[in-house]
């Protein structure tokens, strides 16, 4: 796993593929938590979803990159 201590809120996170999978809002237990802005629609919208650290292939300036490509990784979210 990648060192998470480097990611910031609002940090910009992209899939390996370089499409955008949503926004920091903070590192918690191991995890990404996206803001709810990126919660996507119907019942996923409103609340937040985590990204695994396992995920993160680095930091880069304000960016997260992750291992998997963008459709990929939405489906490997965890919903809270």
């Known amino acids: 796993m ?3 201590s480097n ?4 940090m910009h996170v992209i ?3 370089g499409v955008p999978v949503g926004t920091v809002d903070h590192v ?3 995890r ?3 803001t709810k802005a990126d919660s996507g629609e119907g019942r996923h919208k409103g609340h937040h979803h985590y990204i695994s650290g396992g995920l993160v292939a680095g930091v ?3 960016t997260v990159r992750l291992s998997a490509n963008a459709d990929v990784a939405v489906t490997l979210e965890e919903e809270a």
Do not use: C, N, P, S
């Not at 990611?7 to 609002?10: A, D, M, P, V």
């Open 2 to 4: 990648a060192d998470l």
């Open 7 to 10: 990611i910031r809120e609002h």
């Open 15 to 17: 899939g390996a593929d």
């Open 28 to 30: 918690e237990g191991g």
């Open 32 to 34: 990404i938590k996206l």
């Open 60 to 62: 880069d300036g304000d």
